[in-house]
């Protein structure tokens, strides 16, 4: 029983008639309207509803087909000394405070705490104007929550270490030495984004996004070097020129798929601008060497969810005017890796990624579209995914992917 309540009173307030009178009461409450006085016209009470308010109100009230009259209810509840708004309190177990003051409260919160955070990082060392524009990045936890000034904290302590390290540094190596974890400062962690994204204003350079090149290039303007083997794409006959290692790669072993590292795609490389096809499993890349060898056209495999490698090839490729057609599996994850390719390569086309040959394979009807390009057959295939939720997996197609890839090479089938 809640303290301070009659047992009787308690009884009929956890009625749902009575509870939802009391609700009303609440949100006006809330709102900084009367709780004693007033009527609550804007709730509509069942017949079995009615008769639980009117053990309280009456059957003359009931029967009257009326609201409820606040004032009506405050009379019947003095007779238990209590009023409206404090058995609602005395219910909820505290006081009602109104939405005004809860927003003027969280906004001083956040307030403060933006402030505090601003403070510490300004104590490392970090100008102020830094600071102010970190702090307005949207990739930050929003202040209120206290995980605003724990990442600031977190991010003066890296940005203090990295005044002793030298130069070279292994980003690993850096994140296992400050913060015991070798992992702490990765591109999916908030921390290593923080930091990363501070060192790109203090330099001047792009905002980083991912693991890609702004990411390293913002770790590089403090001394650190970024892992550059552990993210890999395969390629299979991707006509690139250039002093980098990538290029290397790919001009000696014609009509073998290779592996391409971050570490490789360094330096300078370009590429003559065609067609470059995109797909996500290998089983597909290994198939097109096995049948068109040195004829089958550039091809790049993501190996699941696109890599920092993956997408940097991309975009390099993209940039030099490539026609980058995309495809993955019918899937989530194939869904992800198209919004990938999109974010480096926005003119990016479908390469049988669409709503019609998903619903060949599934023997769906009603989804004709082929739409060219890849955002809008991504927004078409979402929608006939919705319907099956059946996954269909590139190998299914191989041999339709097979038969487009040899009509482009010349070669026929």
């Known amino acids: 029983m809640t303290s301070e309540i009659p047992p009787g009173i308690e009884d009929w307030a956890r ?14 409450a809330r709102r900084g309207h009367r709780t004693e006085t007033g009527t609550l016209t804007s709730i509509v009470l069942t017949a079995q509803q009615r008769r639980e308010v009117a053990l309280l109100l009456g059957t003359r009230w009931e029967l009257s087909g009326k609201p409820v009259r606040l004032q009506d209810l405050a009379a019947k509840l003095s007779e238990h000394h209590l009023t409206v708004r404090g058995l609602v309190e005395a219910l909820r177990g505290g006081q009602v405070e109104p939405d005004k003051a809860h927003r003027d409260r969280v906004q001083a919160r956040a307030a403060a705490e933006r402030g505090s955070a601003a403070t510490c990082l300004i104590e490392s060392g970090v100008a102020a104007s830094v600071v102010e524009r970190w702090l307005a990045d949207a990739g930050l936890p929003r ?22 390290t030298s130069a070279g540094t292994r980003l690993a190596q850096l994140a296992a030495d400050t913060l015991h974890d070798a992992h702490a400062l990765d591109a999916d962690r908030q921390l290593g984004r923080g930091v990363a994204r ?17 990411w390293r290039a913002a770790w590089a303007g403090a001394g650190v070097v970024c892992d550059g083997v552990s993210s890999r794409v395969l390629a299979l006959n991707l006509p690139l020129t250039g002093d980098s290692p990538a290029a290397r790669l790919c001009a000696a072993a014609p009509g073998e798929p290779v592996w391409l590292t971050l570490r490789s795609l360094a330096g300078t490389w370009t590429a ?19 049948r068109l060898g040195p004829n089958c056209p ?25 026609t980058i057609r995309v495809r993955a599996d019918f899937d989530p994850a194939g869904f992800t890796i198209a919004d990938q390719v999109l974010s480096v390569a926005p003119g990016a086309l479908s390469w049988r990624f669409d709503a019609r040959t998903y619903a060949d394979e599934c023997g769906l009807s009603g989804h004709r579209s082929t739409s060219g390009d890849l955002a809008t057959a991504l927004t078409e295939l979402r929608v006939a995914y919705d319907h099956a939720r059946t996954p269909v997996h590139e190998e299914r197609v191989l041999a339709l992917l097979l038969s487009d890839l040899a009509a482009e090479s010349g070669t026929g089938d």
């Open 198 to 214: 501070l060192l790109a204003i203090v330099h001047g350079l792009p905002r980083p996004q991912r693991a890609g090149r702004a």
């Open 15 to 28: 009625r749902p008639g009575p509870a939802t009178v009391l609700d009303a009461v609440h949100a006006r």
């Open 298 to 322: 550039p091809l790049v495999c993501t190996d699941g969810i696109a890599s920092g490698a993956a997408l940097d090839l991309l975009a390099g490729l993209a940039a030099v005017g490539s």
């Open 143 to 164: 202040p209120g929550s206290g995980e605003l000034q724990r990442l600031a904290e977190q991010v003066a302590t890296v940005v203090t270490r990295l005044r002793t």
């Open 272 to 290: 003559l601008a065609g067609e470059v096809f995109v797909c996500e499993n290998p089983t597909v890349a290994e198939a097109a060497a096995d």
